[in-house]
């Protein structure tokens, strides 16, 4: 395995911890529509967070994502939207993360936040947003085991922020 390469990651730079709470909560005694509103807003400020240089495509999907959310995105345009992102997502986990581009864990992490919802989109944006602090940190020269401590810190924040928020409006 290449050193930058995201196979390189073991299981406790894949945002371990965050997923155990993603799967805490998904198992929280509130309702679940509230639930997994909360994680899928979780995971649009992942997929925001990714770092790494943003393809434009990101920022189309991430905008349909925020209007999903709303309601106002259907689910027919949403599959269709994300149908029409397939072979741009397949590109850059094929070709992209071989080279170590850092856009493709951008891409990739808005892809998994429209196609998926509630935790099991937060489980797939921690783990791009894992790989594109790793990825990123390579390039820039920095510690890369220290770039996924910090981005996982500050996603473990907003998550339990967003939850807190979630319990208050009970």
């Known amino acids: 395995m290449k050193h930058g390469s995201h196979a390189y990651l073991s299981a406790r730079h894949a ?59 259907s689910d027919a345009d949403r599959h269709q939207l994300t149908a029409s992102f397939k072979g741009a997502t397949i590109a850059a986990a094929v070709v992209g993360l071989k080279h170590n581009c850092t856009n493709a ?22 783990y791009w947003g894992v790989i594109g602090a790793h990825l990123t940190a390579l390039k820039e020269g920095q510690d890369p085991e220290r770039a996924v401590r910090l981005w996982c810190e500050r996603a473990r924040e907003k998550l339990l922020e967003i939850v807190d928020g979630m319990a208050q409006t009970q």
């Not at 393809?55 to 709303?70: E, I, K, M, Q």
């Open 105 to 126: 864990p951008s891409l990739l992490s808005a892809y998994m936040c429209l196609a998926y919802d509630g935790p099991e989109a937060a489980r797939r944006t921690v």
């Open 15 to 73: 945002g371990v911890p965050l997923q155990l709470l993603i799967d805490h909560f998904a198992g929280h005694r509130l309702p679940e529509r509230q639930v997994h509103q909360a994680l899928h807003r979780f995971a649009l400020w992942c997929a925001e967070h990714t770092p790494g240089a943003a393809p434009p495509s990101t920022g189309v999907l991430l905008s349909a994502v925020r209007a999903h959310l709303a309601g106002r995105l």
